[in-house]
């Protein structure tokens, strides 16, 4: 057992030097081998043999139940390496469960688009184009109204979709018009309604050479600036959940500028820090990340895809077998963020699971786990040499959280795997002006309970309104 966990931590450590020691004990051997990959992976018949490969491991996992184990141990989680299991979770709530979610799979609104949803429940819409300073094409969603705009940016895997599934009883989207807000929801590049560019493609691999450091820097003030043209207003709110607050945060230190242009910031969930996250996503992946992207790469993958080998690991480790777990835990948004049953409405979930997961970078998951393993809020790391290049340092800037002067309101819970209350609390800590700390009062509150609880107009969004009123837009 002392080889297995030696020779295990001895892949962190690989995987710690950003996959650059190959590099610098065989470098010629290192240009051969990606000379050669590159060939091989541009082969049909090599793809499909890598996936078939893929496939039997996979359908194979459970042979071998005690490697997942002693990873998840060698990485600091002791206990059942189904963590997440009817036996041991779900308990008598497993039925209705199921019950509730096979009562939903008629529901019309698993076949129509997030347009179609707004009209369909009586709102009318508007779409725009966005582009960006470096070429990316945003779609925008609008529900017009004339009272104060509204911007809400959705999470990591989301989309604009987020914010009108849970329908017009708790979709913030809907909430926010019915007061009279002028309601925009954004798109990230990449996601499923922004998968444009003023020269690339999505199947160039430079289309996806971005992280949420980019959505910061130049999607965010692309369509601040836009929505703020359209209604001729000088100051607009800004609600984000999940991604949608690290991209705030990265946009108001990076440009600075920007703070002035909202009038209030609400972070539901926010993610800046993330020593602390429960997710065993994040803390199974994360100390391989380099390595995982970098394998990533040369197959020719750089959309985080909805089904993968690892993927498939991770939840047959986190959440077991069965069909309650299968249900919960095949989508990719789920197993990511942790899931959670107080709250959940699954007679909605054929609803989210049509609309979610809307895509993503693997830069941008793979910049999280940076995060976790630095203990930082920093740019993207590419290594001490590509570093010094980019930044002048060898290490990655963090982001300058004191130019932050916009008020802002963080929204937490204890038991959300990507938020942990301590990083919650260093991020408070470090913002200047955060006016508003809020943790939920409820022991069952989850990362996607934020958006889409059961109860979330009187959990979520009364607060909000409240919020809003007391904070005037120009």
């Known amino acids: 057992m002392g080889y297995v966990k030696n020779s295990l931590l001895f892949m962190l450590v690989i995987c710690a030097c950003h996959g650059q020691l190959v590099d610098r004990v065989f470098p010629t051997l290192a240009a051969s081998t990606r000379e ?39 990485i600091g989680y002791h206990g059942s390496p189904s963590i997440i299991n009817e036996r041991n979770l779900f308990g008598p709530s497993s039925d209705r469960i199921l019950t ?32 960006t300073e470096d070429g990316y094409i945003l779609k925008m969603f609008r529900i017009p109204r004339n009272g104060s705009v509204v ?11 987020d914010y009108v599934i849970a329908g017009p009883k708790s979709g913030l989207a809907y909430l926010l018009a019915n007061d009279g807000y002028d309601v925009w929801l954004g798109n990230a590049r990449g996601n499923k309604h922004s998968r444009r560019h003023v020269s690339l493609q999505p199947s160039e691999a430079v289309f996806w050479d971005f992280s949420w450091h980019e959505i910061g820097s130049y999607d965010l003030p692309a369509m ?19 991604q949608g607050t690290t991209t705030f945060f990265v946009m ?6 920007y703070n002035q242009k909202v009038a ?100 941008q998951v793979a910049h999280y786990g940076q995060e976790f393993v630095s203990g930082e809020f920093q740019q993207y790391d590419y290594g001490a040499e590509m570093n010094l290049k980019k930044y002048g340092q060898e290490v990655p800037p963090s982001y300058p959280l004191e130019k932050i002067t916009a008020p802002v309101s963080l929204f ?63």
């Open 36 to 74: 050669l990959t590159n060939i091989l992976t541009g082969q049909p018949l090599i793809a499909a043999v890598a996936k078939a490969a893929g496939d039997i491991f996979a359908g194979t996992l459970n042979n071998f139940s005690r490697i997942p184990v002693a990873v998840a141990r060698t």
């Open 412 to 474: 937490y819970s204890d038991s959300d795997w990507m938020a942990h209350p301590d990083d919650v609390d260093k991020l408070y800590n470090r913002l200047p002006n955060c006016i508003d700390i809020y943790k939920i009062p409820r022991k069952q509150f989850n990362h996607l309970d934020f958006i889409w609880a059961k109860h979330f107009k009187s959990i979520i969004y009364n607060r909000v309104r409240k919020l809003l009123r007391a904070f005037s837009t120009n």
């Open 264 to 363: 209030l910031m609400i972070a539901l969930s926010p993610n800046a820090y993330m020593t602390e996250v429960k997710s065993p996503f994040v803390r199974l992946f994360a100390p391989g990340t380099p390595l995982i992207h970098a394998v990533l790469k040369i197959f020719g993958v750089y959309e985080f895809p909805s089904d993968n080998i690892l993927l498939r690991i991770l939840r047959t480790l986190v959440c077991g077998l069965g069909p309650l777990s299968e249900l919960l835990c095949s989508n990719v948004l789920m197993l990511s963020v942790g899931i959670g049953f107080a709250e959940m409405n699954a007679t909605n979930l054929p609803v989210i699971y049509s609309h979610e997961p809307s895509g993503a970078a693997v830069k």
């Open 224 to 242: 601040i600036d836009y929505s703020l043209g359209k209604t001729n207003k000088n100051s607009l709110y800004y609600i984000g959940h999940s």
């Open 151 to 161: 911007l809400l940016m959705h999470g990591l895997f989301g989309g604009a979709d």
């Open 100 to 131: 509730e979610y096979k009562a939903g799979l008629g529901n019309e609104d698993t076949i129509l688009s997030i347009g179609e949803l707004i009209v369909k429940y009586g709102y009318p819409l508007e779409e725009h184009d966005v582009v």
């Open 252 to 257: 108001a230190s990076q440009r600075p500028e």
